[in-house]
T-cell receptor
Framework: QKEVEQNSGPLSVPEGAIASLNCTYSDRVSQSFFWYRQYSGKSPELIMSIYSNGDKEDGRFTAQLNKASQYVSLLIRDSQPSDSATYLCAVRSVAGSYQLTFGKGTKLSVIP | DTGVSQNPRHKITKRGQNVTFRCDPISEHNRLYWYRQTLGQGPEFLTYFQNEAQLEKSRLLSDRFSAERPKGSFSTLEIQRTEQGDSAMYLC??????????FGPGTRLLVL
């Protein structure tokens, strides 16, 4: 059973702070890792993908991957109230399988 | 609008009725996916098409569910003899590669 675990939150941070979102996965052969943002009542929106160990930066977002620890994280710098949403971690496990396995998501609230 | 579109956006039905949802992917995307999402959970994979071929289907998917993509363009998802447990958001996603999946707005189903 492939599992993706996230702290459901809510995670509250003040405006301008760094928000840190964490995700662990159970399947060691996982290859591709994604972060989606989902506003209430809306569908998931892809914000970051990462495939190799280390950091990947895109604007205010940084994804971090550590395959040895089976851990992936998302940092949001200079958090804004508009970043308030649920952040979903998704993993694609094996070559030839195209499904994504999602965590339950972490709800982030950025307090003005 | 060049994104993934889904119709209808909302569906209310009585238990035991059949329902059908439609997904129109982004035009150049040959990969299409269906997911289901319930409140407080991440999306759960249902099935995957590459062009018109259904290549993956969740083992958790009841035989009351069937999906088609007859010409490799739009797809339909049918649920027969609906049950209250089928109430969920049904999400369609498409992608040009196996890696990045872009979601449509979803169809919210309520079974009374």
């Amino acid at each position: 059973q492939k599992e993706v675990e996230q702290n459901s939150g809510p995670l509250s941070v003040p405006e301008g702070a760094i928000a840190s979102l964490n995700c662990t996965y159970s399947d060691r052969v996982s290859q591709s890792f994604f972060w989606y943002r989902q506003y209430s009542g809306k569908s998931p929106e892809l914000i970051m993908s990462i495939y190799s160990n280390g950091d990947k930066e895109d604007g205010r977002f940084t994804a971090q991957l550590n395959k040895a620890s089976q851990y992936v994280s998302l940092l949001i710098r200079d958090s804004q109230p508009s970043d308030s949403a649920t952040y979903l971690c998704a993993v694609r496990s094996v070559a030839g399988s195209y499904q994504l396995t999602f965590g339950k998501g972490t709800k982030l609230s950025v307090i003005p | 609008d060049t994104g993934v579109s889904q119709n209808p956006r909302h569906k209310i039905t009585k238990r035991g009725q059949n329902v059908t949802f439609r997904c129109d992917p982004i035009s150049e995307h040959n990969r299409l996916y269906w997911y289901r999402q319930t409140l407080g959970q991440g999306p759960e994979f249902l099935t995957y098409f590459q062009n018109e071929a259904q290549l993956e289907k969740s083992r958790l998917l009841s035989d009351r569910f069937s999906a088609e993509r007859p010409k490799g363009s739009f797809s339909t998802l049918e649920i027969q003899r609906t049950e209250q447990g089928d109430s969920a958001m049904y999400l369609c996603a498409s992608s040009p590669t196996p890696e990045t999946q872009y979601f449509g707005p979803g169809t919210r189903l309520l079974v009374l």
